[in-house]
């Protein structure tokens, strides 16, 4: 995986829109209900809870859920903003135990909050029976820790976590919590932004979600999917919008499953700000960090020495910037949004993704070139209609080109000139320009025939059965930067002894590795190759007149019964399918050539073209003289198909597995 597609969160500021550790999409509602900022005060007030068996009796029979390791008796929290930004998110939920399996996890918690802006109140943790009774009322062990930071693509945030350990958590028992998190200074005056799944997986007895805000503020408020209506009142000069419901099912997974769907019930809530507000205030931040200095200097003219044209030049500063300054990620105080100057970048050798997006553009604008910074979410879906910068996690680039805009990723060193990441592909971006215009735009979706795979193998056979090969994999586009990445940074010796084994081995079985050889082509538009020998490997089994030859690549066919048996067990289905995820990723060959002992015949199987809206195959045959050959394609495809195209699914998952098969070994006459 390339950075850009490893750890986005942390590339631009770790933000922690959702609750961390207990539940992937940000549960919020109580039966804690806050009132607004006391007066004169600006410090919140929680009111307390009701009588704990109006929940607690929610229990359900744990016989009738076989099947569920633990529910959710209460999913409820009170989120409430100010027009400044500020405001709090109190969270509690109930939840009931039912197997072993889901003791650790509901007997660990972790908060996470940053220190800097955020206050974290852990108002109760506690176990109790269903009929009430209190059997731990605190933690066993509480402890507050910094973040650390990892040594690969090092993160130094600030931000804290509060980790507690629960005693007597059981089948059967309640785990019943609520934590309060309060944004004190925001980093944006007005920028607000929260997210809230009503079905998160689990069967949920009672959801609310309670918005709190003064009359005169009017949030953004998009919801999806909703099969319930919200109730608003207003008093004392505040408006509180609730969400309730009960008895939400648990929606089970699919395989292949769209991310846009009518199944998945969300609320997402952000401030009023317009995506020209959130650029204009990031060009505030970065307007005096695009200085030269005479060490900028000295450094742009030893990169670019050499260069022939402006474009070799762009490319060396590129090439420069996105691989010989190591990327860090930095989110300590406004560090989170405000990139540091060059001159810094330069002296220290290191920067996050701002940082060498800043660089870049100041080197570029010393040779006479326009680039400007872009924010983006990398790999993540932006709610466009909730304008805010806590949706971005990353910075690139643009650079203006008589041809044409480009956009470069200075984080992804594996990544040539004029490509992008698949993370920061077709995504939408706020182009910055150094007076705070701002344009809205989405970043271009790269051919993804670029991303080519192909494996070309001749063999030798001999009479008994065993074969040396000579094999090159040539991979361009994405695929050919990720692989000439893993050889140029993480290969000593010793790794590429166990790489030339094992690929050696994944010819054929007992075959010795030899010659290992590299070609790096993709600077020129070309693909990088890797070539090696595998001798005396065991290709064929002999019996009579009869041989059964192996095919490297299909000796080991994909069972596709269970997905299948998982496909027809799930219906009538309910996510439409993304094609993308079904099909192999770009476009892939294989050419297998084999020379066969003297009077040696393969019996040819027929070829193989198949076609269907999840990706094609196609399978030839031949034998000239001595030479047996084979050739497979591979193409993946995309597109999102409702629901009811399961057969056309199944299908094409039994028609390729069986071509496959087909496919695995071949007989050959002696």
């Known amino acids: ?62 016989a009738r859920y076989p099947h569920e390791s633990y529910v959710f008796l209460l999913d409820d929290g009170v989120v409430r903003y100010e027009a400044d930004g500020r405001g709090s998110r109190t969270y509690r939920q109930v939840v009931q135990v039912l197997k072993e399996d889901a003791v650790d996890r509901w007997a660990e918690f972790q908060f996470g909050f940053a220190p800097g802006h955020e206050r974290l109140t852990v108002n109760w943790v506690r176990v109790v029976t269903p009929d009430g009774r209190v059997i731990s009322d605190k933690p066993g062990i509480s402890q507050d820790a910094d973040v650390p930071a990892p040594m690969g693509d090092p993160s130094y945030v600030e931000r804290k976590v509060r980790r507690m350990s629960m005693p ?195 080197l570029a604008a010393r040779l006479g070139v326009t680039a400007n910074p872009v924010l983006l979410a990398a790999g993540g879906d932006v709610e466009r209609d909730l304008p805010t910068i806590s949706q971005f996690n990353h910075a690139i680039a643009v650079v203006e080109r008589p041809s044409g805009r480009l956009f470069v990723d200075l984080t992804a060193g594996d990544v040539p000139w004029g490509g992008l990441p698949v993370a920061d592909q077709n995504q939408f971006v706020l182009v910055v320009h150094p007076d705070g215009h701002t344009e809205e735009v989405t970043t271009p979706e790269l051919d993804a ?33 990720a692989l000439r990445d893993m050889f140029a940074r993480s290969f000593d010796s010793t790794q590429r002894a166990v790489f030339l084994r094992e690929a050696a081995s994944g010819i054929y079985p007992e075959s010795e590795g030899e010659d290992l050889r590299t070609t790096d082509e993709l600077e020129r538009g070309g693909t990088f190759k890797v070539n090696f020998v595998a001798r005396n490997g065991r290709a064929a089994q002999l019996a009579g ?32 399918i993304d094609a993308g995820q079904v099909g192999s990723k770009g476009v892939g060959t294989v050419i297998f050539r084999m020379e066969l002992p003297t009077g040696w015949r393969a019996q040819l199987p027929k070829d193989v073209a198949l076609s269907s809206p999840f990706g094609e195959l196609g399978i030839e045959y031949s034998q000239e003289g001595r030479t047996f050959s084979m050739k497979m394609r591979r193409a993946g495809k995309k597109g999102i198909l409702p629901p009811d195209s399961i057969p056309v699914l199944i299908a094409w998952l039994e028609q390729v597995a069986q071509a496959e098969r087909e496919s695995g070994a071949i007989v050959i006459q002696r």
Request: charged share 25%; net charge positive.
């Open 449 to 481: 025939t670029g991303a080519t795979n192909d494996l070309t193998i001749t063999s030798v056979l001999d009479t008994a059965g065993f074969a040396t090969s000579r094999a090159e994999m040539s991979v361009g586009g994405a695929f050919g930067n």
């Open 168 to 362: 007597n958590v059981r089948p059967g028992t309640l785990v019943d919590y609520s934590y309060t998190i309060e944004e004190l200074k925001p980093f944006r005056t007005g920028d607000f932004y929260t997210g809230w799944r009503v079905n998160p997986g689990v069967l949920v007895r009672r959801s609310r979600l309670m918005l709190e805000t003064p009359v005169s503020l009017h949030p953004r408020i998009k919801t999806s999917n909703l099969d319930f209506e919200p109730v608003t009142v207003e008093a004392n000069g505040r408006r509180t919008t609730t969400w309730a419901t009960r008895d939400v099912p648990k929606i089970e997974p699919e395989p292949f499953a769209a991310d846009s769907n009518s199944v998945d019930m969300k609320i997402d809530i952000g401030s009023r700000s317009t995506w020209q507000d959130v650029g204009a205030w990031y060009a505030g931040l970065a307007r005096d960090r695009y200085a030269m200095t005479p060490a900028l200097e000295q450094k742009l003219a030893s990169v670019v020495a050499g260069a022939r044209s402006l474009e070799d030049s762009l490319k060396a500063v590129h090439r420069y910037v996105s691989r010989d300054v190591r990327y860090v990620a930095i989110s300590l105080g406004m560090g989170g949004y405000q990139p540091r100057s060059p001159s810094d970048v330069l002296a220290t050798g290191y920067g996050d993704c701002k940082d060498k997006a800043t660089l870049f553009i100041t």
């Open 1 to 62: 995986m390339t950075r850009a597609g490893r750890g986005v969160v942390s590339r631009f500021r770790l933000l922690d829109r959702s609750i961390p550790l207990l539940r992937a999409a940000a549960v919020l509602v109580v039966l804690v209900p806050l009132a607004g900022f006391a007066s004169g005060t600006g410090e919140p007030r929680v009111v307390a809870a009701v009588a704990p068996d109006t929940i607690y009796s929610l229990a359900v029979d744990s």
């Open 545 to 576: 007149p009869v041989a059964i030859l192996s095919m490297p690549f299909l000796r080991q066919q994909r069972d596709v019964k269970p997905l299948v048996t998982e496909l027809k067990a799930r219906t009538p289905r309910r996510y439409p």
